[in-house]
């Protein structure tokens, strides 16, 4: 996997005060992408085993105690992202307990495979669906467009 940017002290997506990674790879392509640069799977940079002790670190840092971890693109249930996200989210899991993830997709819950489904299976909360102009609404918490839905896994 490769990723855009990396935020260890993030205050904009998502609630509290987050970890945020933006992954690279999308297959949506949605007219006014806020993010196109992250389409390829192969732009950004590589997602290395340094970077996945970094945020596990950054969230168990206690002098600016952080609410979760973030995940956002790019896609990060594009399949050639699955398994390094599941492997992230199950270290968040092991090793940062009370911390929530958030996991930002362009794919609908409900079309979801096997594979992806495991990773959402560990998450707090999903905001699915593509980005759709027409239904853009500035005052949406969370999501750019109408259509979108902030799912509350658990
Ligand atoms: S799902 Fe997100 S990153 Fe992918 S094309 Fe749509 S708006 Fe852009």
Not at 15 to 40: D, E, I, M
Not at 51 to 62: F, K
Request: glycine share 8%; proline share 6%.
């Amino acid at each position: 996997m490769n990723f855009h940017q990396y935020y260890p002290i993030d205050v904009v997506n998502g609630p509290g005060t987050r970890c945020t990674l933006f992954v690279a790879g999308c297959v949506h392509q949605c007219p006014g992408c806020y993010n196109k640069s992250t389409w390829r799977l192969n732009s950004g940079l590589p997602f290395t085993q340094q970077m996945e002790d970094q945020i596990i670190s950054d969230l168990n840092d206690t002098r600016i105690p952080r609410q979760g971890l973030s995940l956002s693109g790019g896609d990060p249930l594009h399949p050639a992202n699955v398994a390094a996200v599941l492997q992230l989210v199950k270290r968040v899991h092991a090793e940062c307990p009370g911390k929530d993830i958030w996991l930002w997709t362009g794919y609908k819950l409900d079309e979801l495979d096997s594979e992806q489904m495991q990773i959402v299976d560990r998450i707090n909360v999903l905001i699915d669906g593509k980005f759709v102009q027409d239904l853009k609404d500035p005052a949406l918490i969370w999501r750019g467009s109408a259509n979108q839905v902030v799912h509350k896994l658990r």
